[in-house]
């Protein structure tokens, strides 16, 4: 049975790498078919990845063929790594864990976890103690032939969500435990949640190279954006009649945003409306309007469709 608590779901958990007996090793291939949608910076030590897709780890553990290899799991919880806010859970926001939203379709009962493991034997505890909420999978001896095993996760949540983590650096923290919850190893991953990973990536690494090398900025938001995101921000994502009444009045500007959006060319329309979708999403928490749901994932239906648009292929800008 899979460990329901160990040290990594205490309020401040160790995020120091510890190889451990097993000389536990996590290994990510940048090579494979899934590049598109996440990437990883050797300069940052960070994944960038958009929201809901694959991203596949390697896990490389030194066994003794001389002893039985007893049960082992690994953890993946995530957790802000800034000190201040180290102590704090990392919760979805209101957009995301809605139980009607898609992206909760077949994972109605685990709505809180932002990280999930495509294994079938998976487990979704949550630490009543500290409030986080973690996926813990059974790991297997590699395959004939190979020396790791490749588990498949994906992160339900944005980085950049309001009422989640409010652009908050955010790591994966991956222990090796055993069916007691003891931890025999332990690595780190800083991630981000985002929907161009290949532009946030170059953005980051050259802030990254300018400051000399010193900290990174872990998705901050840059200065000027947001002003200017809030007075071009159009909208193209709801016809008019899915629109109450109600709706209407509180979202009247809406009716004539498309106009707008449709004079951008694909690159810039993928950005506000993603971005559209995060400001909708805080709005929603704030007023609880439905309009403001409705919007928001009508944006990231969009988003979607201006993909095909800037590259069948599935390359991101």
Avoid at 55 to 66: A, D, F, T, W
Avoid at 157 to 168: N, P, Q
Avoid at 173 to 189: A, P
């Amino acid at each position: 049975m899979a460990p329901s608590c160990s040290e990594a779901t205490i309020f401040y958990p160790s995020i120091n790498d510890y190889p451990g007996d097993y000389n536990f090793e996590i290994l990510l291939d940048g090579t494979g078919s899934g590049f598109k949608a996440w990437m990883y910076s050797y300069e940052l030590n960070k994944v960038f990845i958009d929201i809901g897709k694959v991203l596949p780890i390697q896990v490389k553990l030194l066994y003794k063929q001389e002893e039985p290899v007893p049960p082992l799991f690994l953890r993946a919880t995530p957790i802000y790594s800034q000190d201040d806010f180290r102590g704090r859970p990392v919760e979805r926001c209101p957009l995301h864990v809605c139980r009607d939203n898609k992206i909760n379709e077949g994972f109605e009962s685990v709505l809180k976890h932002i990280v999930r493991c495509t294994s079938a034997h998976c487990q979704y505890p949550v630490d009543e103690r500290s409030g986080r909420h973690t996926c813990v999978t059974p790991l297997s001896p590699p395959q004939p032939g190979a020396d790791t095993v490749t588990l498949m996760y994906n992160f339900v949540c944005k980085t950049s969500c309001l009422g989640g983590m409010d652009r908050r650096p955010v790591l994966l923290l991956l222990t090796l435990e055993n069916q007691h919850g003891q931890i025999l190893g332990r690595r780190s991953l800083s991630v981000k949640i985002c929907a161009c990973p290949k532009r946030d990536k170059e953005k980051e690494e050259k802030e990254f190279q300018t400051s000399g090398g010193g900290t990174s900025s872990g998705g901050r938001r840059v200065k000027g954006r947001k002003r200017s995101l809030e007075t071009r921000v159009k909208e193209e994502m709801m016809d008019d009649n899915e629109l109450t009444t109600e709706n209407k009045k509180f979202c009247p500007d809406l009716f004539n945003i498309g106009l707008v959006l449709s004079t951008l060319p694909p690159d810039h329309k993928y950005f506000l409306l993603s971005n559209m979708s995060t400001l909708l999403s805080g709005m929603f928490m704030k007023k609880r309007n439905e309009a403001c749901r409705q919007a928001a994932d009508a944006c990231e239906a969009l988003v979607e469709q201006i993909k095909n648009e800037i590259d069948p292929s599935g390359e991101q800008f």
